[in-house]
Each structure stands twice: as C-alpha cells, then as structure tokens.
C-alpha cells in the first residue's frame, strides 16, 4: 500500500510563498509508473485538483486554472518526494492540500486535471490571510 505524508503547510500572509512536499513510501512499481499529483479541499467547496505530474508519459505536467502561472510541480526521483510551489498566495488558495498518487495506464493528468488516483496523502492545511 502507497502511503504519502505531506508536510509544509501553515499560515501565510497573501502574496506570499509556500513549499509543500510528500514523500512517497511502498511503492509497489518503480516510481516512473505514478502519476503524482496535488489537490486541495476548501470549506464548502468541492475538492479539486491543482497539478500534477505523469511521470510515465515523460513527466507531462498540468495545473489547474485557478493557480497556473503562480504554482510549479516538482520532484526529487532519488527522494520519492513530490513538491508543490505555490506563489503570489491568495486567501482563496486556503485549503487542506492532499498528495495523491495513482498508477499508469489509469492514471492521467490532463487539462488541469488528475485522473485515476489510487492513494492519497492524510493532509496539510494551507491559511492564507489577507
């Protein structure tokens, strides 16, 4: 069973930065077979995707609307660690951010979205204040 641990959240003042990570234990393929990615949960919102990564299909990338041009996925292959970079913070950017995982062919990421996602992270809480 994948478990993820995501760390790195907290409290930020608008315009301001973050970096989450996760780390990526009991993979049962190699890593390139994931498809790895974040999503966030707002109060009385639906969960949504924010990026991802498809690192079999040569490490393709999407991010959602909401944050492209202020949001970078990366990852450290050596580490199983997956980051998110999120700049230029806004109060609607707080959420509960979740790292996710799911495995090639079913997974895919597309158009700002995440798709045939298996595993998930329990959670950081990102605060932005105005």
């Known amino acids: 069973q994948v478990t993820l641990v995501e760390s790195g959240g907290g409290s930020v003042q608008a315009v301001g930065s973050l970096r989450l990570s996760c780390v990526g234990s009991?993979?049962?393929?190699?890593?390139?077979?994931?498809?790895m990615g974040w999503f966030r949960h707002a109060p009385g919102k639906e969960r949504e995707a924010v990026a991802g990564?498809?690192?079999?299909?040569?490490?393709?990338?999407t991010y959602a609307n909401s944050v492209k041009g202020r949001a970078t996925i990366s990852q450290d292959y050596a580490e199983n660690t997956l980051y998110l970079q999120l700049n230029s913070l806004k109060p609607e950017d707080t959420a509960i951010y979740y790292c996710?995982?799911?495995?090639?062919?079913?997974?895919?990421?597309?158009?700002?979205?995440?798709?045939?996602?298996?595993?998930w992270g329990q959670g950081t809480q990102v605060t932005v204040s105005s």
């Open positions: 996710a995982a799911g495995l090639w062919p079913t997974c895919t990421v597309v158009r700002g979205e995440m798709r045939g996602t298996e595993y």
């Open positions: 009991r993979f049962q393929y190699t890593y390139i077979r994931y498809c």
């Open positions: 990564i498809d690192n079999y299909r040569s490490g393709v990338t």
